[in-house]
């Protein structure tokens, strides 16, 4: 379902009390499914309870996450979904959304990087191939988290400069590490090669 948006302005999507969504764009009704199709086409969009008018943006994209757990993609680690119950209601749980979003943010910008070293990493090794497959689906399901805990981000929202270059900073540490640890597994998997 591809959809534009209407200048900078988000499509407002509203809430009835029999749980039907309406599209005022399209003006047609749509799922959970069509929502979560819009985050990952990066189309903007705000949740109103038709009857209230309350913003339910945040419960409808916890919604989704609920509903794509129960189709068994288990992005969310079982030890991070218990560490974050636990926060709630502690002093730290202030921290938390801001922490989050610097988080994913830091891995967003991370992105083109990461995939340039792992094409340099499995480039003209036909033994690396099934790890290929792998990396590649995990980066996928990775893209898809992001999308859907930072729907702005993924809308391609300009964020301060200042805070792009320190999320880049942050994260050049961890891409050396990553890139070390990809060429020790090159090494051991070229001595594996040239072993057979």
Known sequence: MAEANRGDEPITIKKYANRRLYNTATSSYVT?????????????FVVHDAKSGEDITRQVLTHIIVEEEAKG??????????????????SLQSMVPSYLDQ????????QDKMREMMDQAFENNPAMKPFED???????MFENAMKMFNPMAAAGAKGDE?????????GEGDVEDMRAQLEQMQ????KLTKGN
Do not use: W
């Not at 990396?135 to 996928?140: D, I, L, V």
């Open 32 to 44: 959970l499914d069509h929502l979560a199709q819009m985050v990952r086409d990066s189309v903007e």
């Open 73 to 90: 993609t288990n992005l969310l680690p079982l030890s991070f979904l218990r560490q974050l119950i636990s926060l709630y209601g502690d």
């Open 103 to 110: 988080a994913m943010k830091a891995f967003s910008g991370n």
């Open 134 to 140: 792998m990396a590649r689906q995990n980066m996928a």
């Open 162 to 170: 200042n805070d792009a270059k320190s999320s880049d900073e942050e």
């Open 187 to 190: 090494k051991q998997l070229d």
